[in-house]
Structures are given as C-alpha cells and as structure tokens.
C-alpha cells in the first residue's frame, strides 16, 4: 500500500493506493442480453399504435396459417418469432437508449479551483477566517453538485 498525502479529494483523509487482483467471469445470459432488441412498448398505450399493431400481427398470422405446411413445430415457432418481431419494429420501432449529458464542464472545474485554493489558503494559514472560507466554499460546491445531479451519478 501507498498514500498520497497531495490528492486533492475535500476530505481530511488521504489517498491509498494499493494493488487488487480479481477474477471477472461473464454468463451466458451477461452476453445474451446485450444482443436483443428492445422495443418502444410505450407506444402501445396510443390507440392508433396499438391498433395498427394489432391489424399487422393478424394479417401475418392469417398468412402463416395459410402457408403452414410445416411439420416441424422448431420452424413453426420461429416463423412466429419473426412475425411478432417484425410487425413490432414496424409498428413500435426500436427503444432508444438515453444519452447521459456530460455533467463535468467549465464550470465545475471553477468549482473545483476555488475549492483547491481555499484549501490551499487553510493550509498555509490555518487561522478561524480561513477555515470558514473553506466551509463556506465547500458548502457552495455541494450545493451546485447537487443541483447539476453530479453526486447521484
């Protein structure tokens, strides 16, 4: 193990730093999940969607029956498969994923600067009025990560 006495984390703690070894195994389903596609089921709940879902899986399914002379019931199941994930990408399309916004900008490192110089400050003269500063930044800077969201992420 290792400390770091200069690492900046707000804190009167310090920095260790110390060599972990791990094993990861990854599952079937771990790799599988990523592979499926996800559909809009929110649009479901619109009546015109919905309907318009429902008359494509009829009228696929009305052709499947007329063109069932399968025997073999694993060919039967995947025609209906793909029936079913057709008509939902015409009709629901795909769900997309969110986007996370970049949440650490200019001024967070503003933020951040002022933060490191009160410190600093604290530090060199650790006298009542520097130590109220520090709070006093500290608190700023909790309250403004807190509105952007950061310390939830």
Same mark, same amino acid.
């Given at each position: 193990?290792?400390?770091?006495?200069?690492?900046?984390?707000?804190?009167?703690?310090?920095?260790?730093?110390?060599? @972990?070894?791990?094993?990861?195994?990854?599952?079937?389903?771990?790799?599988?999940?990523?592979?499926?596609?996800?559909?809009?089921?929110?649009?479901?709940?619109?009546?015109?969607?919905?309907?318009?879902?429902?008359?494509?899986?009829?009228?696929?399914?009305?052709?499947?029956?007329?063109?069932?002379?399968?025997?073999? @019931?694993?060919?039967? %199941?995947?025609?209906?498969?793909?029936?079913?994930?057709?008509?939902?990408?015409?009709?629901?399309?795909?769900?997309?994923?969110?986007?996370?916004?970049? %949440?650490?900008?200019?001024?967070?490192?503003?933020?951040?600067?002022?933060?490191?110089?009160?410190?600093?400050? %604290?530090?060199?003269?650790?006298?009542?009025?520097?130590?109220?500063?520090?709070?006093? @930044?500290?608190?700023?800077?909790?309250?403004?990560?807190?509105?952007?969201?950061?310390?939830?992420?």
């Amino acid at each position: 193990m290792q400390s770091f006495r200069g690492a900046d984390c707000d804190t009167d703690h310090y920095l260790m730093i110390a060599k @972990v070894r791990e094993r990861l195994a990854v599952g079937k389903q771990a790799t599988q999940r990523f592979d499926r596609q996800r559909f809009n089921l929110r649009k479901l709940n619109e009546p015109e969607v919905r309907e318009q879902y429902q008359i494509k899986i009829t009228n696929r399914f009305a052709a499947l029956e007329n063109l069932n002379d399968d025997k073999d @019931v694993n060919r039967t %199941w995947e025609n209906i498969q793909e029936n079913i994930q057709t008509s939902a990408k015409e009709s629901l399309g795909l769900n997309e994923f969110k986007q996370n916004k970049p %949440w650490f900008d200019e001024e967070c490192l503003g933020f951040l600067d002022q933060r490191k110089q009160a410190k600093m400050q %604290w530090i060199q003269d650790p006298s009542q009025s520097n130590v109220d500063n520090l709070n006093d @930044v500290r608190r700023t800077v909790s309250r403004q990560e807190q509105k952007e969201g950061i310390s939830e992420s």
